[in-house]
């Protein structure tokens, strides 16, 4: 064997060496490192209601959706919004003042509680025809960048 020779023996040994030094160096990298994980959307739990500030800081509705000369019904909300002219936007309470059922329709006729056929004016909320003698209730609004929220 000449001097530039390498033994079989320090050929092994070196490989091993070098393996044990790598497998150290991907163990401390690897621990090292933060593990990221990956962005999760979440989406809303529709059994949970938005808080009242989520629902204010959203409004009602925006001016746009609610027709000229008809109204909205915004059950979750408990509102009928209506705009019997252009830019004028008034609420309601969905409450019918004859037994208390929800509205729950706006026909050519105006705003019906199907309970009892009553029939409010989507014009300022008065009774259009009974068995309800009395008005809808006044909910307090105010618009703002094209948005109606409650007072």
Known sequence: MTEKSISRRKVVASFGALSVVGLIGACSTESA???VEP?????????????????????????????????VILSDQKVVVTQPTPG?????????????????????????????????????????????????DVVEIFVENDQVFKS
């Open 88 to 136: 004028e936007i008034n609420a309601y309470s969905v409450t019918c003042t004859h037994q208390g059922c929800p509205v729950s329709q706006i026909s050519d006729q105006g705003i019906v509680c199907a309970c009892h056929n009553s029939i409010f004016s989507t014009q300022d909320g008065s009774v259009l025809s009974g068995p309800a003698t009395r008005a809808l």
């Open 33 to 35: 490192q933060e593990v």
């Open 39 to 71: 962005a999760v959307e979440q989406t809303p739990d529709p059994t949970v209601e938005p808080s009242p500030a989520e629902v204010v800081a959203a409004g009602l509705i925006s001016v746009a959706e609610i027709p000229v000369g008809g109204a």
